[in-house]
Nanobody, 124 residues
Framework: QVQLVESGGGKVQPGGSLRLSCAAS????????MGWYRQAPGKERELVAT???????HYADSVKGRFTISRDNAKNTMYLQMVNLKPADTAVYYC??????????????????WGQGTQVTVSS
């Protein structure tokens, strides 16, 4: 079993900054693509940014130039640095990862996992 735990959410004023973290733990052989998603009240969950194990990144147009995704493969941890936050960024932010989960000494299985979410509120 693998767990993803987000941290770093909170309430900030417009123009402020936050840094989210997502730590993966458990029977991990390797982690492929990781990503951040968000869901605002009454809206569907949407992609924010993704990062491959090699460091290639992709961003939603709404956050380009303001958010930076990164990861530390040695620590199985992903980050999202958010600057110049806007009220429209208010949402629950979720971590997602494609994990090669170790089933035995010789067998791994690819599974997709979600974290429990962390609230980000941008308001004056």
């Amino acid at each position: 079993q693998v767990q993803l735990v987000e941290s770093g959410g909170g309430k900030v004023q417009p123009g402020g900054s936050l840094r989210l973290s997502c730590a993966a733990s458990g029977s991990i052989s390797s982690i492929n693509t990781m990503g951040w998603y968000r869901q605002a009240p009454g809206k569907e969950r949407e992609l924010v940014a993704t990062i491959t194990s090699g460091g290639s990144t992709h961003y939603a147009d709404s956050v380009k130039g303001r958010f930076t995704i990164s990861r530390d493969n040695a620590k199985n941890t992903m980050y999202l640095q958010m600057v110049n936050l806007k009220p429209a960024d208010t949402a629950v932010y979720y971590c997602n990862a494609d994990v090669s989960e170790r089933q035995s000494a010789l067998r791994t299985t690819l599974k997709n996992y979600w974290g429990q979410g962390t609230q980000v509120t941008v308001s004056s």
